[in-house]
């Protein structure tokens, strides 16, 4: 009898193992190399030798060399260190023999001349001026196809992006002789950047000051990506352009519509929506596998630092300029991303770092190892342009029935301020209709023809009806096109064969309002006074400064006061990021940030502050270097309440108690 039990339970579970949801452990497994106790690996930098090690270089300023990285036949990695005394290097290569690393202030060629495993000579192949602010971060060296290489030089940080020493927020591109070129300015905080097997140059920025939401554009020489600091340097000889910070105009129209009046800015290729795929894009890595990742080869994947993650991104190019789509790749890693590298077996090696800039990942350093389990996600492979709306290709085939059904599908378009604060909320956002749907033979893929596309906007297409024949759902069931140009040369659907029944735009979805969304501005009301009220007859009980510092803290861990009490906070919000505060009850802090997380497209608008009775009181969502005064009456319950930073990536490690007594 014992054994009949054993068999069906047996039974019962491989059925429920074979109908479960499947996620994303199912197709991609995150393998974490253990870090031997006193190493603290706080990667700026890869590099994999043909020898099978693994270079890591670190934020500390050491580069170790970790024999056997593939842990194979479950055997340790062991780690021998190369070099040490480093500037902060963000960057490592592997080149004719050597390692090759971006400290600070220059980039080093690091020998080991008598073969003992120890770098014994540092040579400097290139230096550039620092002013000693600390956000003047370096990066590289990539490599171009004719042996010349490329670094990033980040601004400074003065309350606002600042090109404080020479060619700070450029590109630049070195000779093998040492000669140095600038290459393309605009830039802010170009930490990830890639040469393609085209040659085409990417990188991605992160949102801040000019820049409304994370983004990818193309470098070509003499391009401006649009932060206008590092034009302080286009009067020197040698720069590839002539156009002033005078010359930008900051109007908060979108970028795409500023262009033709900004010579040389150059729009994004691929915008990433602030919070909705990322919050800080790091590095580019472009899958060369040959179907032995998955099957999105040729396409790029891109690491987030803050939400300690990697997105993916299919590029295409439309009239000459490139564009696409972004979908969510793959989460869960253990610190934030900012390295990534594929391994001699075409797995992938990350990289990740967080003090200072925190994420997601709770660990303060990591390194793992991202493989293929060779089986293939239901996914959308490709979204592409149409003269009328979009291609989307799968990765199997759809449930047909399910795709020709309008009622599968969600499209909106939306975008970003082009101006000189930092971030900017979601603007000009529009529900959009579906016209007509046509699903190819085989399943495979589907046209959706589409009301109202425009030019330079982002298009959010959501399937979260959409099933494959075995009536799985995808994976990931959204994508976000950036539409630069119409690919107005393909055939143009049948779209009175194939149009679906009229319908009105949907105006609610996904927890947002699309056609009515809330103004930017965070209207006061009883959980946000920001004036002292007058029964208060001008004095409060007690007035609390309360502030922010890098790392998601506030400056304050714990604040007392009495229940009942009038209280007075001012929050100064002394960060480079944006920051709001949010008092909320006991033991709530945990729902209240995930619905902040959830809030969608118009999370930004709302100041992350979700509309529940958990939350107590709270400020806007406040620029970096502002400040506002917020007024209430304490809870006359006494406890410990928490106040936290809400904004998406944030909640989990920038919390304090206020402790409320009688």
């Not at 006193?38 to 670190?58: F, N, S």
């Not at 939401?213 to 002539?242: C, H, I, Y």
């Not at 790749?329 to 610190?335: D, I, V």
Request: hydrophobic fraction near 35%.
């Amino acid at each position: 009898m014992k054994k009949i039990f054993i068999l069906v339970l047996f039974a019962v579970s491989r059925v429920f193992a074979q109908n479960r949801p499947l996620v994303e452990e199912d197709f991609y497994r995150i393998v974490t190399l253990p870090v031997p106790e006193g190493i603290q690996l706080e990667v700026g930098g890869l590099a994999t030798l043909p020898d099978g090690r693994l270079g890591v270089c670190t934020r500390r300023g050491d580069v170790w060399l970790i024999s056997n990285p593939y842990m194979k036949n479950g055997t340790t990695p062991t780690y021998k260190r190369f070099a040490t005394g480093l500037h902060e290097p963000l960057g490592l290569n592997y080149i004719n023999g050597n390692l090759w690393a971006t400290q600070r202030g220059e980039l080093t060629i690091l020998k080991d001349t008598d073969g003992n495993g120890i770098a014994d000579d540092y040579t400097a192949f290139y230096k550039f001026p620092l002013s000693g602010n600390y956000h003047e971060y370096s990066y590289g060296p990539v490599l171009l196809p004719n042996n010349d290489m490329l670094i990033t030089l980040n601004l400074g940080w003065i309350g606002h992006g600042a090109s404080l020493a020479k060619w700070r927020g450029w590109m630049l591109r070195l000779t093998p002789d040492g000669k140095m070129t600038p290459w393309a300015t605009g830039l802010r905080s170009p930490a990830g950047f890639a040469v393609l097997k085209n040659g085409d140059i990417y990188y991605t920025e992160n949102q801040g000051d000019w820049v409304g939401s994370g983004r990818m554009t193309q470098l070509e020489e003499g391009d401006f990506a649009g932060n206008p600091e590092g034009l302080v340097w286009t009067s020197e000889p040698d720069s590839p352009l002539k156009l002033k910070a005078s010359n930008v105009l900051d109007t908060g129209e979108p970028m795409y519509d500023i262009a033709p009046k900004v010579p040389n800015l150059k729009v994004p290729a691929i915008w990433f929506p602030h919070t909705l795929m990322g919050i800080s894009t790091s590095d580019i890595a472009e899958d060369l596998s040959g179907g032995k990742f998955g099957p999105f080869e040729g396409q790029l994947f891109i690491g987030d630092q803050g939400h300690s993650k990697i997105m993916r991104v299919f590029l295409e190019k439309v009239k000459g300029k490139s564009q696409g789509a972004c979908f969510p790749f793959r989460e869960g890693f253990q610190s934030g991303i900012l390295r990534m590298k594929w391994g001699l077996d075409n797995s992938m090696f990350v990289g990740m770092t967080s003090r200072g800039w925190s994420s997601t990942g709770k660990d303060e350093f990591g390194l793992q190892r991202l493989e293929w389990t060779g089986r293939t996600p239901f996914e959308m492979k490709t979204i592409k342009s149409m003269p009328d709306g979009f291609l989307i290709e799968f990765t199997q085939p759809v449930n047909k029935d399910i795709a020709r059904d309008v009622e599968s599908y969600k499209a909106n378009s939306f975008t970003y301020k082009y101006h000189h604060n930092y971030g900017s909320p979601i603007i000009n956002a529009k529900a959009l209709k579906i016209k007509a749907i046509q699903v190819a033979e085989d399943g495979m893929s589907v046209r959706l023809a589409i009301d109202s596309l425009r030019l330079g906007y982002i298009h959010e297409l959501r399937l979260e009806s959409i099933r494959n024949t075995e009536d799985r759902p995808l994976l990931h069931n959204f994508g976000y096109y950036t539409l630069n140009n119409i690919n107005d040369a393909a055939p143009a659907m049948d779209i009175a064969k194939y149009a679906v029944a009229e319908k009105k735009p949907a105006e609610e979805h996904a927890g947002h309002n699309m056609s009515n969304m809330p103004k930017t501005e965070l209207k006061a009301s009883a959980k946000r006074v920001t004036e002292m009220p007058e029964s208060w007859g001008g004095k409060a009980d007690q007035t609390i400064t309360l502030g922010t510092k890098p790392g998601l803290k506030f400056d304050v861990a714990s604040l007392q006061v009495k229940a009942g009490s009038k209280i007075h906070i001012v929050f100064n919000n002394n960060d480079d990021m944006l920051h709001n505060l949010v008092i909320v009850k006991p033991g709530t802090v945990g729902k209240v940030g995930e619905a902040a997380f959830k809030m969608g497209l118009e999370g930004e608008s709302k100041a992350y502050v979700p509309d529940l009775p958990e939350v107590l009181y709270h400020t806007a969502l406040m620029q970096p270097e502002a400040s506002e005064s917020i007024y209430f009456v304490a809870p006359t319950t006494p406890g410990n309440y928490t106040f936290v930073c809400t904004y998406p990536g944030h909640y989990t490690v920038m919390q304090g108690t206020l402790k409320v007594v009688k």
